[in-house]
């Protein structure tokens, strides 16, 4: 099982100005591989996946202490290319955010900030991430209409293709099925076990039997601290420390 | 006299609702609650008599303007120019000028205010200065008009050396709707969720993109709003434009930015003020009033149109 390091936090520390969000956080993210964080609310999961494409820069006073990498870049290195580590990891957010466009130009628009400018390029890049999100067929017939009259799992489903299509290399999940019905989760669920053969994945989630399903590792973090880290059947079936157990036999949280 | 009737029957139905709900919940012996209800009363009269008030000012304003002017109000009022010493002929002149001005004073401001917003709300969020500046701005907006038009003389027509002109006038009323502009746009800004702006920058975008396709576009319903009042009140205002921009009479159209202009505000003022037919040229002034108040009710129908509008959307 040596797998290839794809994302590596090192001794990660974070604060919200004084208070500590997260405490020495170390964990691998290998490639092709669905990466689960569970934990309880405010434990730090979504602050450490928005640190993994550095969405919490625009948070006001806060610091990030250790180092976190990309392929051995240190990703918030003064020198490093924020944009560019954005665009290879890209971010799914818990509440589907289409943009007020249509479903066309929901996608269009990342290939267009990324320099993308020929026409027929672009509709065959939309159609192809479409279909890769398991879109095409149910929006075919109205690339035009506005994105925000599609259901909450299509939108959801949008937003997937809308990273897809900027080809980013790790995708980052952020309770993605948080604002979903149960039949719309599965089909992300189905979504996610398909993406994998390409990408690497990080999905936070709150339903630990989503993360049983689709992961391949899971991370369980507490009061901003990873309290186990390990193959998913593992943490599952025999975990080692008694505080993951109580928390995946639902004792708390 | 329909109207009134009308407020009335909201009102007791308003009430009755109150009673009905205070019945059936709180048992409370007769008398206190006869005494309470006694007082409900007479509070809802009194409330009722500020709305009463409130309606007549307003509809007393309406009526005295509609009832001096209406009479003089007709195309040909619109497009002549005034004649025989202002007694006679239309308002042509002021109009255009008014026209001029206000769309000076929006090319002036809206550039500038929606800026200044723009750095405001989406690159120093939440920071001291940011405070600092609002609490500027806001004062700037209580700054009463005449002030700007003494500031106006100063700078512009003075130390610029623009003299009394469209120029300076578009500056001086500029200045004076760009609180308004900024604070409208900010907030505008402000309402466009953040979510969206995260999904722009996971793609990889940079702030000025995420501001210029994402947040400005779906701000703009809000930012137009706020336009669009400013202009309503650009158009209104006299004394910015006392000693920058007005004049009681001009003999052509204006040929550059740097020539004088009548306006409809001014031309009012100059009506009831000067010359030496004061009768005739009071119905005119009238006349001129309506047209005015006409047109600053229209620009702002405008603006709740598209709100609505916008509003219609996104629901």
Known sequence: MDKEIRMRAE?????????????????????????????????????????LNRMNDMVPKSRL??????????????????????????????????????????????????????????????????????????????LYDSALRLSGGQQQRLCIARCLAVEPEVILFDEPCASLDPISTARIEELLMELKQEYTIVIVTHNMQQAARVSGNTAFFLLGEIVEFGKTQDIFTKPRDSRTEAYITGRFG | ??????????????????????????SVSAGSYRNKQAAQKAGFFLLFCCILATLLFLGSIVYFIFAGGSKVVTWGFLT????????????????????YLTLGAVTVALPLGLACAVYLCEYTPGSLALNAIRIGINNL???????????????????????????????????????????????????????????????????????????????????????????GRAAGETAPILFTAAAFYTRRYPQSPFSEVMALPYHIYALMTEGTHPRQQTVIAYGSAL?????????????????????????
Not at chain 1, 84 to 93: A, C, L, W
Not at chain 1, 109 to 132: A, F, H, Q, T
Request: hydrophobic fraction near 45%; include cysteine; charged fraction near 20%.
């Open chain 2, 1 to 26: 006299m329909r109207r009134k009737i009308c407020v009335t029957g909201v009102f007791r139905k308003l009430f009755e609702r109150t009673f009905a709900r205070s019945a059936g919940n709180v």
């Open chain 2, 80 to 99: 002549q120019w005034p004649r025989n010493a202002m007694t006679e002929g239309g308002i042509f002149p002021a109009l255009l000028g008014t026209f």
């Open chain 1, 11 to 51: 001794g990660v520390n974070f604060f919200y100005g004084s208070r500590p969000a997260l405490k020495d956080v170390n964990l691998e993210i290998y490639r092709n591989q669905v990466t689960a964080i569970i934990g309880p609310s405010g434990c730090g999961k979504s602050t450490f996946i928005r640190l």
């Open chain 2, 141 to 231: 907006a209580g700054v009463p008009s005449v002030v700007f038009g003494l500031f106006g003389l100063a700078v512009f027509v003075k130390f610029f050396g623009f003299g009394v002109s469209v120029l300076s006038g578009s500056l001086t009323l500029g200045i004076l709707i760009l609180p308004g502009i900024i604070s409208a746009s900010q907030e505008a800004l402000m309402a466009v969720p953040n979510s969206l702006r995260e999904a722009s920058f996971a793609l990889g975008a940079t702030r000025w993109q995420t501001i210029k396709k994402i947040v400005v576009p779906q701000a703009l319903p809000g930012i137009l709003t706020g336009v669009i009042l400013s202009i």
């Open chain 1, 65 to 142: 202490e250790g180092r976190i990498f990309l392929d051995g870049d240190d990703i918030h290195d003064p020198e490093t290319d924020v944009v560019d580590i954005r665009r290879r990891v890209g971010m799914v957010f818990q509440k589907p955010n289409p943009f007020p466009k249509s479903i066309f130009e929901n996608i269009k628009y990342g290939l267009e900030i990324n320099g993308m400018r020929d026409k027929s390029v672009i509709e065959d890049k939309v159609v192809d991430s479409l279909k890769k999100a398991a879109l095409w067929e149910e929006v075919k017939g109205r």
């Open chain 2, 291 to 315: 047209v005015l108040l006409i047109l600053v009710l229209l620009i702002s129908g405008t603006a709740v149109f598209i709100r609505q509008r916008h509003r219609s959307y996104n629901g």
